[in-house]
């Protein structure tokens, strides 16, 4: 296979520029053996993080020629190699260094989504009895890696810098598998609306179109969580209903 | 010393995976000031990447199952050496440890009438691993993780511990470095767990991370506890093979468990070839009832290929090395021939094995439903580690407790696939509980600044020194070292070998030079954990030099059988007053008699 020129970023939170690196390909390379590559032989000192590498454990996100990737996920042989590849750290988080951001904001949010509440055991032994086809869906939502690609992209975090109102796709997507896990009883609609910012979603699908685990973010987490907003508080026959109950 | 940021509490837990998480959330729960520290982002540790599932005898698709079956099948895959009280411990309680997790929000795959599914897996007798998909560690992690942050747990990631503190004989906290800006940070502690998994790190071709460089072992040992067993590593039989930049990722024995068969380039299933004189009578002798076996017929004996791993990762090396492989050194995993027996069987494998799936076909252009997979083995799992006490995890240093892989004693010889998660989740609870009590009947201890000092000199040396080797090639020589001399089939005169190879890049690391400054920088992370990995090593290569037999995840070319006297000893590693390696052989711990009775109701 023929070589390649990485233009990897190099920096941290007072500046960077893109640092150009020659290296040699070999079959079903992806870009983080690229980036290994280089750390191993030509700068020791080049930050990046990564797990699995098989796409499991969402640590190596970055910005591969501007689109957002799992680098452990994103074949050479994808990419055009006659031109330079740019790797870029995620745009939306602080720079820490090189490729690593501070995502620490995504783990302060998740302790703001209501802890799973458990309803009461339906059989003798103590335990629940649930349908396949009843956890279903919330399985599509556990199977989030929390890679934070979908948080990078989303124009509300992205563009508008809306940190503190607004929690961002992968908590909608954490928040609907614990609405729909049957084994739940806790309530989170009024925190959806008031303090998760449900409603600044305008539904572009971006995350879903970045997701590397393929979740339906837009159709199968975030649009069912806004109807149970509008039915619980929106609904015109329900306010009118409550009304009269008083 | 006043410079360094210093925390104090009850607990710290070293290492975020499944075991650390668990331990956190019991000593939390018990009411004790706990700090986790990981050095990966939380979520992200190793136990993310299980993907069969965890053993436990619920009984919930054959009712034949129950906890002594379980404890018979361990103390069976682990030969013997086991810690019989911890199988014993680890079958009785696995069931309600999965099912608390159910409470904390994991959504496992269900039964038809509604209870938590569960599959087989090599070397269980029944179907005992509750799953979901092929990515059960992740629900783990997650719901581990989920549920801790609610506990009050002081969570800091991304730190890398560098040594544990003492005062006298009992442990006293332990030192490290935060990965972002390099800073040292002490933690003043009444206990200490560790947690941190396991040292495929030393091997070139694995299915671990950066992380596991054996870090738990090689501080416990430092500080004097005990290590067991470290020569029984566990090499996966099937890890992927091709393309080069993914050798040694894992692929799932939930494969074979659901009806994917071994082939070499005969088209031989040549797992029925070889199949161990003690599992003849549960064995399938014929791929028909090896079928009935994978789809749930209760009269069928399970397949060859769900023999126990140590044996299956050795029959793909005989076949390869005997001109039978596959083009790219391995052997063939075919599950997609099931298309023979089920209906709309590509949609079935992708159900049931989706990020097998995924993985193939994104990494190696490879569709699982339509042709085999190339497949070898990899470095997947250390049974040996820190010696503990069976029934509350604590090493022999006081204070000083070990949960999951880097504890030793339950898997023996051999760790059957399953039993890793349910292990982390049993010893994990139990060594945050006995933490927990053992932290309320201490005083804090006392900090001792000149063990501080000693460490952070150490910690910055490499960048003060000039023309020392680079971090990288030390490790590598390591590998290839470790792969090459005392991986899968091992010699004397090889093991020999690796040891004073070893002993040179002691030499090195301890003149290793790294450039740049202290933030996130890799090449000086790699150089830090360099001691762990090199004293791992050591221990390896040491206890395989000494046990002349054959037995689970040790294989001696030189002595290619099971020798009964070796079946009475575990070894036992220790650093002596002159810090060199003491190795030992130590009596096993018996079983009582009524452990024997249930091996015997169970052969």
């Given amino acids: 296979m023929a070589n390649a020129t990485f233009r990897i970023w190099r920096g941290d939170k007072s500046g960077g520029g893109y640092k150009d690196y020659p290296i040699e390909t070999s079959e079903g390379m992806v870009v983080l053996d690229a980036v290994h590559q280089i750390q191993a032989s030509q700068a020791n000192d080049l930050a990046v993080r990564w797990n699995c590498k098989a796409g499991k454990c969402g640590s190596c996100s970055a910005e591969v020629n501007g689109f957002p990737k799992l680098m452990c996920m994103t074949r050479l042989n994808t990419l055009d190699l006659t031109q330079p590849v740019t790797v870029q750290p995620m745009q939306t988080f602080p720079v820490i260094r090189d490729l690593v951001t501070d995502v620490s904001w995504n783990y302060e949010v998740k302790k703001t989504i209501q802890k799973m509440k458990t309803r009461k055991p339906d059989a003798s032994d103590g335990t629940w009895r649930v349908n396949q086809r009843d956890v279903d869906r919330p399985q599509e939502f556990r199977k989030c890696i929390e890679c934070f690609l979908c948080q990078n992209v989303c124009h509300v975090l992205r563009e508008h810098q809306m940190f503190s109102e607004f929690v961002g796709p992968r908590f909608f997507v954490y928040a609907a598998a614990l609405e729909m896990n049957p084994v739940d009883a806790a309530d989170r609609v009024a925190d959806l609306k008031d303090k998760h910012g449900i409603g600044l979603c305008n539904i572009t699908k971006c995350c879903t179109h970045v997701c590397p685990e393929e979740i339906k973010i837009t159709d199968n987490a975030i649009i069912p969580l806004k109807e149970r907003v509008v039915d619980e508080f929106f609904d015109p026959v329900r306010k009118l209903f409550k009304m009269f109950k008083g | 010393m006043a410079s360094y940021e210093t925390f104090e509490h009850d607990v710290l837990v070293i290492g975020a995976g499944g075991a650390g998480l668990r331990a956190a959330v019991e000593a939390s729960a018990a009411g004790t000031k706990v700090c986790v520290v990981s050095k990966s982002l939380l979520g992200k540790a190793h136990t993310v990447m299980a993907e069969g599932g965890m053993a436990a005898a619920m009984a919930n698709v054959d009712d034949r199952d129950s906890w002594r079956v379980h404890f018979a099948d361990t103390m069976r895959g682990g030969q013997y050496l086991n810690n019989p009280r911890m199988a014993e411990i680890h079958a009785k309680e696995a069931p309600d440890r999965v099912r608390e997790l159910e409470a904390w929000g994991a959504l496992f795959d269900r039964t038809k009438d509604g209870r938590i599914l569960q599959r087989n897996f090599g070397g269980h007798r029944y179907p005992r ?43 006293a906290g332990a030192m490290g470095y935060d990965r972002e800006r390099g800073r040292f940070k002490v933690y003043r502690a009444k206990a200490v767990v560790l947690a941190t998994g396991g040292i495929g790190r030393a091997y070139q071709i694995t299915s671990n991370s950066w992380e596991y460089t054996g870090d738990g072992q090689a501080l416990a040992y430092h500080a004097g506890a005990k290590l067991l067993d470290m020569e029984f590593v566990q090499f996966h039989p099937t890890g ?68 126990t791993r140590d044996h299956v990762a050795r029959c793909i090396v005989r076949e390869v090395r005997e001109g039978r492989g596959s083009p790219h050194g391995g052997v063939f995993l075919d599950i997609s021939w099931i298309k023979e027996k089920v209906q709309n069987a590509p949609e079935h494998i992708k159900k049931k094995l989706p990020s097998m799936y995924h993985q193939f076909k994104q990494l190696g252009d490879i569709d699982i439903t339509k042709e085999p997979m190339e497949v070898g083995p990899t470095t997947h799992y250390v049974m040996g580690g820190v010696r503990v006490d069976a029934d509350s995890q604590m090493s022999c240093v006081p204070g000083l407790f070990a949960a999951g892989e880097c504890a030793a004693g339950l898997h ?5 696939g399953g039993n890793s998660l349910s292990d982390l989740l049993v010893f994990g609870k139990r060594a945050g509980e006995f933490a927990a009590k053992h932290a309320k009947s201490v005083s804090m201890p006392k900090l001792d600044s000149p063990q501080v000092e000693a460490a952070a000199k150490a910690a910055v040396a490499p960048f003060e020194r000039q023309g020392g080797e680079g971090p990288y090639q030390i490790q590598q020589t390591l590998q290839d070292n470790m792969q090459q001399l005392a991986g899968i089939v091992r010699r004397e005169d090889e093991m020999t070998r690796a040891l004073e190879l070893i002993a040179s890049l002691k030499a090195k690391a301890a003149n290793v030079s790294v450039y740049g400054n202290r933030e996130y920088n890799a090449g000086w992370h790699t150089a830090m954990d360099l001691d762990s990995l090199l004293t791992v090593s050591e221990a390896v290569a040491r206890a395989g030099l000494m046990r002349r037999e054959s037995r689970g995840g040790h294989f001696r070319d030189d002595f290619p059988g099971k020798d009964n006297e070796w079946g009475q000893y575990n070894i036992e590693i220790s650093k002596a007053a002159d810090g060199s390696m003491r190795v030992e052989r130590v009596p096993i711990v018996p079983m009582t008699g009524e452990h024997q009775k249930i091996v015997e109701e169970n052969k």
Avoid: C
Wanted: no cysteine; glycine share 12%; net charge negative.
């Fill in chain 2, 129 to 171: 691993l509750a799953h979901v998909g092929d990515r059960t560690g992740l629900e783990m992690i997650r719901t581990l993780q989920d549920h801790g942050v609610h506990q009050g747990i002081d969570f800091q990631m991304e730190i890398t511990i560098v040594t544990l503190l003492k005062d006298g004989d009992r442990i």
């Fill in chain 2, 240 to 307: 992927m093979v091709w393309p080069p930049s993914v050798k040694g990722i894992l692929v799932t024995e939930g494969v074979r468990g659901e009806g994917g068969v071994l082939r070499n380039n005969k088209g031989r299933r040549f797992m029925f070839d070889d199949i161990p004189e003690n599992y003849r009578s549960s064995t399938a002798d014929n791929e028909e009832e090896g079928w009935r076996y994978v789809t749930g017929d209760k009269s069928a004996r399970r397949p060859p290929e769900l023999l």
């Fill in chain 2, 412 to 416: 023996g010889a051999n760790r059957l």
